[in-house]
């Protein structure tokens, strides 16, 4: 698949191009530095009509306005919420493509534990996410200098519990239900005797 960078790794300049001629329309400042190279998969639609936005994991500095070949790694969903003075707090899913560069792999080359987790050289889950966090850019009037709209987007940064921990609560809970399931066989046994 091909994607289009509108944004390098590094940098909190969004830039922001007409996804269907590639034309640039201008360049806002967000309050986070991208954590990867940030684009769009060409001819590809989303449900909001844009192209599906896309992630290239990599350590090379890919540039903005520039097309590259990659294949898919995997999916990112988030939910965002974003306030407008004609339709309020809304909020919506987005889903971004996590991709690597054709000519890259992802390799696991060292294997490591996030604290409180044992390590884990095989793929397997390793946590469910319980929150995550976000941050606010305020979108003001060029006339008024009043502030128009407010856009909550995901940071990428989230709190994980630990699969250990969800091993734990299934079996606290399996254990507790234990002797209730017991006592009502032989609650049942006792009747039929008699």
Known sequence: MQVFIENEAGSNQKNLYNEKTLVYRKTVTVSREYPYPYG???????????????????????????????????????????????????LKNDHNILACLNTESIEVTEVVAIEGTGTNSSAGLIGVISKSESYSDIAFSQQTGEPKVVFTEQTGLVRIVPVERIYEIIDSIIKSTIPIQEAKVEDASSEMKE
């Open 40 to 90: 769009f998969i060409l001819d590809t639609t989303s449900g909001d009509g844009d192209n599906l936005d896309c992630f290239i994991i990599t350590d090379a500095k890919l540039e903005a306005g520039q097309v590259y070949e990659c294949e898919p790694l995997g999916l990112m969903e988030q939910i965002e919420s974003a306030w407008s003075s004609e339709k309020g707090n809304e």
